[in-house]
């Protein structure tokens, strides 16, 4: 039996990207039910990959209840729906074998990682108070959005945090012209990239520029299916379970990734720690790592990941895995 429904988890407080702001994470939490063993999942739809809840919702409705990992991944597109219902079936053999997904998996015994902690878009002081805030983090995320004022806002956060590595997240908001205007002044102060500069259908544009910074592909990345059309433009990757449908997939495309070059990102979206338990899997030894997405609720799961300062654990079995 497969079981499916929306859950919604408050944030601590607004967050704000360049397409919009949200005060709470909607998710799909999906439960795989078999022999009185239940394993779970979680996804994000996400509206620009053309996803809702409903849709999800539809897709996951429409499977064999006996559905198992590998016909999963003929079954569904790579996508919200594919990645819970995947996750959901890691975390079912784990429990029936009593023995952990990275076992299963034939990974090593997985450790603590260093996460980035992401400061949404504002006004140029508000993003100062909010980077002293967490100036003690050792990696800042910041979203930026392609105005006038990104930045205003970069020098802001680097007078917020003056220790902290920061990269930046532009949301597909900028032009060519503005990458070439921006990047010698970002790495100046210390920024070392920039996530999706370009729309991902007008990412050509980065064979052609110096990249001073280095840019790693989220929206243009989704399996091993977007690599190809990813070299000579991209530095590094962002793997996220949503996109990839599910740790299956991107346990592959991190193999296939390194294997064609590129450096690895693990990011989120902003779910609770059911989302990004499978991902901490993902990202042993990822350059970048971005799970923060638990930090930035009011309310989780439980048990939760346990963040320990800037360090998110291994996810403990009642969890997931």
């Not at 020098?155 to 908001?173: K, L, S, T, Y």
């Not at 338990?277 to 799961?301: F, H, M, N, S």
Request: net charge negative; charged share 25%; proline share 7%.
């Amino acid at each position: 039996m497969i079981r499916a429904r929306e859950d919604s988890f408050r944030l601590a407080e607004v967050f704000t990207i360049s397409r919009g702001s949200r005060t709470e994470a909607k998710v799909v939490t999906v439960e795989v039910a078999r022999d009185g063993v239940v394993g779970r999942g979680e996804c994000v739809p996400y509206a620009r990959y053309g996803e809702t809840i409903a849709s999800v919702l539809a897709q996951i409705d429409g499977l064999d209840p006996g559905i198992e990992r590998y016909a999963l991944q003929a079954a569904l597109p790579a996508g919200a729906a594919r990645n819970a219902v995947d996750c959901a079936l890691w975390d079912l053999w784990a429990k029936q074998t009593g023995r952990p997904v990275w076992e299963l998996a034939g990974l090593p015994a997985p450790h603590a990682v260093t996460s980035a902690f992401t400061l949404s878009i504002a006004e140029p002081d508000a993003m100062r108070a909010s980077a002293a805030k967490h100036a003690a983090r050792p990696l800042l995320k910041t979203k930026l959005g392609g105005g006038p004022d990104d930045l205003a806002r970069i020098r802001a956060v680097r007078a917020g945090a003056p220790d902290a590595r920061i990269i930046v997240d532009a949301n597909e908001g900028w032009s060519a012209a503005q990458y070439e205007a921006l990047a010698p002044q970002l790495v100046a102060l210390g920024v070392e990239l920039v996530e999706q500069p370009f729309p991902a259908g007008e990412d050509d544009a980065l064979l052609h520029l110096d990249r001073l910074l280095p840019v790693c592909a989220d929206e243009s990345c989704h399996d091993r299916g977007s690599l190809d059309a990813l070299k000579g433009k991209y530095d590094m990757v962002n793997i996220k379970l949503d996109k990839t449908g599910g740790l299956t997939e991107a346990l592959s495309l991190y193999d296939a990734a390194r294997t064609a070059g590129f450096q690895v990102m693990v990011g989120c979206m902003v779910g609770s720690s059911l989302a990004m338990a499978p991902a901490v899997l993902v990202a042993q030894g990822a350059e970048i790592v971005d799970l923060d997405g638990p930090l930035l609720l009011a309310e989780d799961r439980n048990p939760p990941l346990d963040f320990i300062g800037a360090e998110v654990q291994p996810p403990r079995p009642e969890l997931w895995g």
